[in-house]
């Protein structure tokens, strides 16, 4: 019934070529395109012998407009999932504007280079007038949002499950159980333990940038910033048990500031053991998160992706990691007059998703929300031309997917809350 190119081929790309295999109803073929077309040809020939989805692959650098818009006409797919890195979302954006095909990706526009003048002054405009100063944010694909309407279009941007699932989470305790939320708090717990002493569980060039910037939250619409990990809370997690957490900017407070104005406070917290919070410091300290070339022997390298290389692939994590997670989100607000709170969240396993498709529960849970997003919008269930987040369509076909294809949601209607 439809068919897929999907761009990348790491951690989140291969739980997502699995689903989709899985899904075969749907997704009668698929393109594996990726910069290393080995990773893709070894994934191809796993999986084709257990599924009836036709699985094609191509080496493709989706920075390259041109190469990729042939890629695109060429393989005539219904939509592009875009699993590669958040560098390449406006390239692959580009691509599927001139070829004419529905865009979905897992995360937000971030540069590689950081120190881009021409990116720098847009960004430091933008810290001024917004208050957060993460280098990720929604201006850049927002921006598309007139030429994907033009073109008739579909572009669902954030479809992992942080963002992505707790976004649908909004909507759906919008739409089913309150008149208005007056605050949101989502939670990641990763209760996962890999036994090695330093890893991070996704690519750790964007994972690192993520958790050592400064943290913010939203407030009565307005961003409030405050230095890395100086909001600490514990909380004591369904199936996990009580954990530390921290106070972090996220990309889908932006989209659901914007998007559901009468939320008057928006926080993300996610959990980190001290272990980890010491050697990410240990390593800020030295430099090595940096982002800015260095020369050492002649040659220049890029201390944070020395680093990467250093560590552990997180692909490599899954027959080690023991344990879970629990992600979701609390509300409070009013329903019929009367106040309301409510929590809707999803545990999953590390070995079970280890054995169902070879990846830990980090790879998994967002890789399962790409397959969905890119289901809805390649069958047409979800389809508004323009650039949207997943809290701006009806919930309910998500979330009856999410139980469907592996991530089954609770529903708590007298949670714990967050002080
Ligand atoms: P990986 O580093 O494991 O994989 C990235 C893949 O993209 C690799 O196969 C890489 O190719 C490929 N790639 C990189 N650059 C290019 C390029 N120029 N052209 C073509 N392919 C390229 O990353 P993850 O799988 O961990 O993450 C994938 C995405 O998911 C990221 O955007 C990440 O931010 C997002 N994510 C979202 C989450 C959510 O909940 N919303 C949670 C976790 C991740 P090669 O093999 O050659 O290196």
Redesign the pocket.
């Known amino acids: 019934m439809a068919k897929l190119l999907i761009?990348?081929?790491?951690?989140?790309?291969?739980v997502a070529i699995a689903k989709c295999c899985q899904n075969s109803e749907v997704f009668t073929e698929i393109c594996i395109?990726?910069?290393?077309v080995s990773?893709c040809e070894e994934v191809a020939k796993e999986l084709q012998p257990k599924t009836a989805t036709k699985i094609t692959t191509a080496a493709?650098?989706?920075?390259?407009v041109p190469a990729l818009t042939e890629l695109i006409k060429n393989y005539k797919p219904d939509a592009v999932l875009?699993?590669?890195?958040?560098?390449?979302?406006l390239?692959i954006m580009d691509a599927c504007l001139a070829a004419g095909v529905h865009y979905i990706?897992?995360?937000n526009y971030e540069p590689e280079d950081t120190d881009d003048p021409a990116w720098r002054a847009v960004y430091e405009k933008r810290c001024k007038e917004l208050g957060f100063s993460a280098y990720f944010d929604y201006s850049w694909q927002w921006a598309y949002q007139e030429k994907f309407k033009n073109a008739g279009l579909t572009a669902l941007l954030?479809?992992?499950?942080?963002?992505?699932?707790t976004s649908v989470f909004v909507a759906y305790a919008k739409k089913h159980y309150f008149d208005t939320i007056d605050t949101v708090d989502i939670l990641d717990c990763n209760g996962g333990d890999h036994g090695y002493k330093f890893a991070t569980?996704?690519?750790p060039?964007?994972?690192l940038r993520e958790v050592s910037a400064p943290g913010s939250y939203m407030e009565n619409g307005k961003w409030v910033e405050i230095p890395a990990m100086s909001i600490k809370r514990e909380y004591d997690f369904d199936q996990v048990g009580k954990k530390d957490m921290y106070l972090l900017h996220h990309?889908e407070i932006e989209a659901l500031g914007k998007n559901f104005p009468e939320i008057k406070r928006i926080r993300f917290f996610m959990t980190f053991g001290q272990s980890y919070l010491d050697h990410m410091r240990c390593l800020e300290d030295v430099g090595m998160l940096s982002t800015t070339p260095i020369n050492f022997n002649g040659q220049e390298i890029v201390p944070i992706q020395f680093l990467k290389a250093l560590l552990p692939?997180?692909?490599t994590l899954g027959p080690r990691t023991v344990g879970k997670t629990n992600i979701g989100c609390i509300f409070t607000g009013k329903k019929d007059g009367k106040e309301k709170t409510l929590y809707i969240y999803n545990v999953c396993d590390h070995q079970e998703c280890y054995k169902e498709v070879g990846s830990q529960a980090?790879?998994y849970?967002?890789?399962v929300?790409?397959m969905i997003g890119a289901m809805l919008v390649a069958t047409g269930a979800w389809r508004n031309p323009g650039v949207y987040t997943t809290d701006e369509f009806d919930p309910d076909p998500y979330m009856e997917a999410l139980n469907k294809w592996g991530l089954p949601w609770v529903v708590d209607e007298n949670p714990a809350l967050v002080d």
């Not at 493709?60 to 390259?64: G, L, P, V």
């Open positions: 761009i990348g081929c790491g951690g989140v790309a291969r395109a990726s910069r290393t990773k493709i650098d989706a920075e390259d875009n699993v590669a890195l958040p560098y390449q979302d390239t990706d897992t995360a954030g479809t992992g499950f942080d963002p992505g699932v569980n996704f690519n060039e964007i994972n990309e692939d997180p692909a980090i790879s849970t967002t890789g929300p790409a």
